[in-house]
């Protein structure tokens, strides 16, 4: 039993944070013995085997994209640290436990400051949601450590953004930009592209969104931002092919199709509207914006319905 969990506490700690990784085990040979090279470094006497694994909290409807981290390297950390190392890094639905092993890394006084940057970046992403006051500390200790750090200002920007403070993410974003190898800058791309539509600059908004569709041609709130822009300018048809490749992409994300309901609505096909809005709370049955939306076209609905029957009754 003690075999089976350190494997699989490795395996998700590197499963849920290294792309790389995941890609490797599309390849037998190579991720099997990388998992097992890994076990053999990782396992020593009196390890602890890391928490369950579950998925991550999915962010409200509103909220910008989620922040990004990345899976530490084991040998770079002490080797003691290890099993606070893999708890801090891993996946949990309560993230208590994983804070806690965090604040442990950064308070050892063990670890050097490429190392020290990653537990806070990670510790803050842990307390975005809730507490995202600490997780802005944490980003700026980390800030002011690694001053270039692209991945720290990327994931700081988003917490400006959660508090609409667009100016101070576009500063964050800019220098993530300029310092990410443009192959990982897409999302920064897509972060600056919503701060440019929420101050309404619609031209910069759709150049950032296009540049991080040709980065990252699966990424989806791309389409989901760019249908904003393009129904506030009265594009309808492409606004309604964003929103559908948004939920071709994200069939689990209602915001795809409450997009897609707007568009059918301000193009007058309230039952077609109707039936993307209840697709949306198919997903998420608790939306207040697909809820109000529902009863509101409905009203439409049954207003039309009565007054196709009066214009009968005259007409009789």
């Given at each position: 039993m003690r075999l089976t969990a350190h494997i699989a506490a490795l395996h998700g700690a590197y499963w849920s944070f290294d792309r790389w990784y995941r890609l490797a085990w599309y390849i037998w040979p190579g991720s099997l013995a990388l998992l097992v090279c890994g076990w053999i470094y990782v396992e020593k006497p009196g390890g602890a085997a890391a928490p369950a694994?579950?998925?991550?909290?999915?962010?409200?409807?509103?909220?910008?994209?989620?922040?990004?981290?990345?899976?530490?390297?084991?040998?770079?950390?002490?080797?003691?640290?290890?099993?606070?190392?893999?708890?801090?890094?891993?996946?949990a639905?309560?993230?208590t436990p994983l804070v806690e092993a965090c604040t442990r890394l950064i308070e050892s006084g063990q670890i050097e400051n490429p190392q020290l940057v990653a537990a806070y970046s990670q510790r803050g992403i842990l307390q975005r949601l809730k507490q995202p006051d600490y997780a802005l500390e944490d980003y700026n200790a980390a800030v002011k450590i690694q001053p270039n750090a692209p991945l720290v200002l990327t994931n700081r920007a988003w917490i400006y953004m959660t508090r609409n403070q667009y100016d101070d993410a576009i500063a964050d974003l800019n220098k993530a930009i300029e310092l990410f190898p443009p192959a990982q800058a897409a999302r920064s791309y897509v972060y600056r592209g919503y701060c440019y539509l929420r101050l309404m600059d619609n031209t910069r908004a759709m150049s950032d969104l296009n540049e991080a569709l040709r980065l990252d041609p699966n990424a989806t709130d791309p389409y989901l931002y760019r249908g904003e822009i393009e129904r506030r300018q009265k594009l309808y048809d492409a606004a309604l092919r964003d929103f559908d490749e948004h939920i071709k992409l994200a069939p689990r994300d209602s915001r795809g199709f409450i997009g897609r309901?707007?568009?059918l609505e301000a193009t007058g096909r309230i039952q077609d509207a109707l039936a993307a809005v209840e697709n949306?709370?198919?997903?998420?049955?608790?939306?207040?914006?697909?809820?109000?939306?529902?009863?509101?076209?409905?009203?439409q609905l049954n207003s039309g319905s009565q007054g196709n029957a009066k214009k009968g009754n005259g007409e009789n």
């Open positions: 694994l579950g998925p991550w909290a999915k962010p409200a409807a509103s909220a910008p994209p989620q922040p990004v981290r990345h899976s530490p390297i084991l040998a770079n950390w002490p080797e003691k640290l290890h099993s606070d190392v893999i708890t801090c890094f891993s996946n639905i309560d993230p309901s707007d568009i949306a709370l198919a997903v998420d049955p608790d939306n207040a914006r697909a809820l109000v939306g529902r009863d509101q076209l409905r009203t």
